[in-house]
């Protein structure tokens, strides 16, 4: 059973940072992809970012490149989202996401359709 646990998410001031943490627990082969997802209230699902297990590759969505940077951690089983310079746009609730396949392509990281397993969400408030 792959459980995904996102944390971090918070209120934060336009021009602010915010880390996300996305912990991993189960089993999982050595090849994965991870990833960030978006949704704000009344839009659909929205890719953010993404990063390979075992190569470290990164996609990361025009909205955000720039301002947001995913990491792993392997000897954690984490992923984080570095959030930098946010704003009001940025507000939505984040979810982790991962599949047992690696992704090198950004069409195929960047869909949601891709990844079977999926953490609760943690809300990320933009606001003064």
């Known amino acids: 059973q792959v459980q995904l646990v996102e944390s971090g998410g918070g209120l934060v001031q336009p021009g602010g940072s915010l880390k996300l943490s996305c912990a991993r627990s189960?089993?999982?082969?050595?090849?994965?992809?991870m990833a960030w997802f978006r949704q704000a209230p009344g839009k659909e699902r929205e890719f953010v970012s993404a990063?390979?297990?075992?190569?470290?590759?990164?996609f990361v969505a025009a909205s955000v490149e720039g301002r947001f940077t995913i990491s792993r951690e392997n000897s954690r089983n984490t992923m984080y989202l570095q959030m930098n310079n946010v704003n009001s746009e940025d507000t939505a609730v984040y979810y982790c996401?991962?599949?047992?396949?690696?992704?090198?392509?950004?069409?195929?990281?960047?869909?949601?359709?891709?990844?079977?397993?999926w953490g609760q969400g943690t809300q990320v408030t933009v606001s003064s």
């Open positions: 189960g089993r999982f082969n050595s090849l994965f992809t």
């Open positions: 996401a991962a599949r047992s396949q690696e992704y090198y392509s950004y069409g195929y990281a960047s869909n949601a359709q891709n990844y079977n397993y």
């Open positions: 990063i390979t297990w075992s190569g470290g590759w990164t």
